[in-house]
């Protein structure tokens, strides 16, 4: 089993940045698949980011542009760059990660944009 905890959120205002990790724990021997989604209250977890081992990246529409992923070593295994954030980045955010075919994701980390 594998345990994921993200960190690094909070409260910015429109137009600031801020960056989450993920702190990985537990049987991590084959990681395939890692990334973020989110999920706004009353609304459908959508993509965010997600980057293969192999490096291969894909952004949700929402996204493009302002946040970058980036996969770092097996303790902290992906990274969220967020910039120019706006009202509607308002949610909570997940860290998620493929192993051996099993998905696992974090309990979240609430990022509040204001205007």
């Known amino acids: 089993q594998v345990q994921l905890v993200e960190s690094g959120g909070g409260s910015v205002q429109a137009g600031g940045s801020m960056r989450l990790s993920c702190q990985a724990s537990?049987?991590?021997?084959?990681?395939?698949?890692m990334g973020w989604y989110r999920q706004a209250p009353q609304k459908q977890r959508e993509l965010v980011a997600v980057?293969?081992?192999?490096?291969?990246?894909n952004y949700g529409v929402p996204v493009q542009g302002r946040f970058t992923i980036s996969r770092a070593d097996a303790k902290y295994p992906v990274n969220l760059q967020m910039d120019n954030l706006q009202p509607d980045d308002t949610a909570v955010y997940y860290c998620?990660?493929?192993?051996?075919?099993?998905?696992?994701w974090g309990p979240g980390t609430q990022v509040t944009v204001s205007s």
């Open positions: 998620t990660l493929i192993q051996q075919r099993i998905n696992f």
């Open positions: 537990g049987d991590i021997y084959s990681i395939h698949v």
């Open positions: 980057i293969t081992t192999a490096g291969n990246i």
